[in-house]
């Protein structure tokens, strides 16, 4: 098991605790990603996997619009919170564990919209690795399709290289939540830990670790070109509403 599928295999069971309210952002981020969608003149009948569905952040809002939605993940214990949360709320997903760099692997067709947020790509440690990535995703749109992604701002990112993430401070019913980031560089990788601290009737303290490149926006641009895209527009967060820069790329 490799260092990000056991990061997100242990957290899957509090991974909503980075959130102030989970379900509140669900349906924030499906209005943005719907918003996206229609910009590039697709409608609520788009087919779309979401292949890094983690516990189910943008496939459950999405589905709960009426698209239909396909979820991958490399996580077993992601897959099965994600699952989980869609039974509660009714709605029908397939759900299926797959590496995003082998795509073709899981699924034969392909979809109007492939997407993968939440800084999903740059868990890529090396440049042949997310070339690999983002040749398997663009693999699996359709003519005319596109693929929606973010990633954190990285650009902006590397001129600072950070020590830590500011600290999320939340009120909870016992009292309330930390939870904040380290980040370990190593030229343009870096290892991140992330703690959760819940401070109520008594402290729990939670660790775990991983490991990401930073991917600047012209490198994964240029990727998505070399694989058969033919263009690349991206949204800064002060345009879309989202908390990390996305970008859109059209087959």
């Not at 999405?62 to 509660?88: C, F, H, M, P, W």
């Not at 690999?132 to 003519?143: P, Q």
Request: charged residues 30%; contains cysteine; glycine residues 6%.
């Amino acid at each position: 098991m490799d260092i990000t599928q056991k990061f997100y295999d242990n957290m899957a069971g509090k991974y909503d605790r980075l959130f102030l309210d989970w379900d509140s952002s669900v349906r924030d981020q499906a209005v943005i990603l719907d918003r996206i969608f229609a910009e590039n003149g697709f409608d609520r009948s788009a087919h779309i996997l979401d292949c890094a569905c983690g516990i189910g952040t943008q496939t459950v809002g999405l589905a709960a619009l009426g698209y239909s939605v396909t979820s991958s993940d490399i996580s077993e214990n992601e897959l099965a919170e994600a699952k989980k949360r869609a039974q509660e709320r009714g709605l029908d997903i397939r759900f299926e564990k797959a590496d995003f760099r082998a795509l073709s692997d899981a699924f034969s067709g392909q979809f109007d919209i492939v997407i993968a947020m939440d800084n999903a790509l740059p868990h890529m440690l090396t440049r042949k690795d997310l070339e690999t990535a983002v040749n398997s995703i663009a693999g699996r749109i359709k003519d005319n399709g596109i693929a929606v992604i973010s990633i954190r701002d990285y650009d902006c990112i590397l001129k600072e290289k950070p020590p830590y993430s500011p600290p999320y401070i939340h009120k909870t019913a016992k009292g309330q939540r930390v939870s904040f980031q380290k980040w370990e560089w190593n030229d343009e990788n870096y290892r991140l830990v992330q703690y959760i601290i819940e401070d109520g009737e008594s402290l729990e303290t939670s660790r775990f670790e991983c490991e990401y490149r930073a991917v600047r926006r012209q490198e994964l641009t240029d990727l998505f070109l070399a694989a058969g895209c033919t263009r690349a527009d991206w949204k800064m967060p002060d345009e879309s509403g989202y908390y990390q820069p996305i970008l859109a790329v059209r087959k």
